[in-house]
């Protein structure tokens, strides 16, 4: 049993920037602490509706929906990472139950002992309050679980004594009449304290940040309502010297520079986000501009982000899902973390 944890306009091209750059408490993992070195894997933006087929991707975005959420489960399964991250929109069209159980859990849920997600708008849409979504990750009725607290959806776990993943839930506004009972996440709210809490309750570690809504994009979803409402999630992350953050909602992948919590390049301290729409259902944008500090863009390929975490460090790369007119994208680096001070 796994333990408790509180834890605009759509361009129809496909488009690649490249730039020069670096090719409630928290509870530990359920499993025994696996060393200094662990394995994540990283996607958002999953499987689709059960019985929908998908069209072969053809490297443009845009078009119908691809529908590959089966290659890339098989991209995890043969990775076999220690932990998988998915920043949202992990069952289309709704999040029930019944759509969890016919398209995602045939595919994903192979490794649903290691997942830890995050809630995107298309759970929430299952009212009230990603009703089905909850019932797959936490239990049917149960109150609280692996996907946080039923309602709330906003938890936090160490992943071993250096790393500490922060999942939020950014589904601040209801800016979607499908969303009806968003959770707040401006300064005061009772998501935004208990950030800051567990913030203070983990200083000195490693900290990374999953959440749906990306507050930096090249996609199409630039200055959305709850893409801007996370700002207050940045502030907290960037006060207390946070390494990454994962996003998706734009389907495709991007990676930025470290950077402030207003986008000012900040190479020593900045907090370097990654969104990861990658993981099967479809791919768009890009977006009417590209966002400062993105070192790469691109919106044509579908696969699985990997990050390695050393102690004080961590390496990523992006691994392009094996099928038939898939996009090329490569992408791999590595970088400090941003809070060393855990000793060995």
Not at 17 to 35: H, M, T, Y
Request: glycine share 12%; aromatic share 10%.
């Amino acid at each position: 049993m796994r333990p408790h944890r509180l834890l605009a306009a759509v361009c129809s091209v496909a488009l690649v920037f490249l730039a020069v750059g670096s090719s409630a408490s928290a509870r530990p993992l359920d499993r025994p602490d696996q060393g200094p070195t662990l394995t994540l894997a990283v996607a958002g933006d999953v499987a689709c509706t059960p019985g929908e087929v998908g069209v072969p991707p053809d490297g443009k975005a845009n078009g119908p929906d691809n529908c590959v959420q089966g290659s890339t489960a098989r991209q995890i399964e043969q990775l076999n990472p220690n932990a998988v991250l998915i920043p949202g929109d992990i069952q289309y069209q709704f999040g029930r139950l019944s759509e969890f159980m016919g398209s995602f859990d045939p595919t994903w849920g192979a490794f649903k002992a290691k997942i830890y997600p995050a809630a995107g708008n298309h759970e929430w849409y299952d009212s009230p309050n990603g009703k089905g979504y909850f019932d797959y990750f936490d239990g049917i009725g149960a109150p609280n679980g692996p996907a946080g607290p039923r309602d709330q959806g906003y938890y936090s776990v160490d992943l071993n004594r250096y790393w500490h993943v922060v999942t939020l839930n950014s589904n601040c506004t209801s800016d979607n009449p499908l969303i009806v009972a968003p959770v707040p996440c401006g300064p005061g709210s009772p998501q935004e304290r208990w950030l800051r809490a567990d913030l203070a309750a983990h200083k000195g570690m490693c900290i990374i940040a999953q959440w749906h809504h990306p507050l930096f994009t090249s996609g199409p979803n630039q200055g959305g309502p709850n893409d801007l409402a996370t700002r207050s999630f940045w502030a907290d992350l960037y006060g207390a010297h946070a390494t990454l953050i994962f996003n998706g909602h734009d389907h495709g992948y991007e990676r930025f520079a470290p950077q402030s919590d207003t986008g000012a390049l900040d190479p020593e301290n900045g907090i370097r986000e990654f969104v990861v729409g990658t993981g099967g259902k479809s791919l768009f944008g890009p977006g009417p501009f590209h966002a400062d500090n993105s070192e790469l863009y691109d919106n044509t390929t579908f696969g699985v982000l990997t990050v390695t975490l050393h102690p004080h460090s961590y390496q990523w790369n992006f691994l392009r899902a094996p099928i038939s007119g898939n996009g090329v994208l490569t992408d791999s680096g590595s970088a400090p973390c941003n809070s060393p001070e855990m000793g060995e």
